[in-house]
């Protein structure tokens, strides 16, 4: 029987597009929404906005220069959702127990977001049937 995982709540959604100003504008028209805050990620090659939704963020994430994970996402599935993480106390436990569960991972180490300043690590989006699913500690 495998372990349960212990998650928090749903840390972020990552919605992936190919123009981030023009996202922005369109959430603003639809919702009404300013951003709540901006980061560029240079080793994931991403920039991204956020909105807070409660406590989880809706992210919204551009390529930085059309090599990065992103532009292939594009690429193969156009725009949506890429990303859905979980919040956990601790990656590197989470990292252990899903790889008991025999869980498909990308990372067996945690990756460090330094715009963040937090740990992350995702699993094989073929385990979450095409999304790519992210375990990450500490507060958005």
Known sequence: MPEKLKTN?????SIAVKD??????DFRQAFGWEVDGRYSDHDEKINVSYYMIGQTALEIMEDMDGTG????????HGEGIMVFSMNVDNTVASIELLNRNGAKLIDRKPRFAKALNRYFAFLHPK????VLA???DGKY
Do not use: N, S
């Not at 709540?9 to 959604?13: F, R």
């Open 9 to 13: 709540y749903i840390d972020h959604i």
């Open 20 to 25: 981030l100003g023009e996202a922005e504008k």
């Open 69 to 76: 994970e992103v532009a292939r996402f594009i690429d193969k």
């Open 127 to 130: 385990q979450c049937h095409g």
């Open 134 to 136: 992210e375990v990450i």
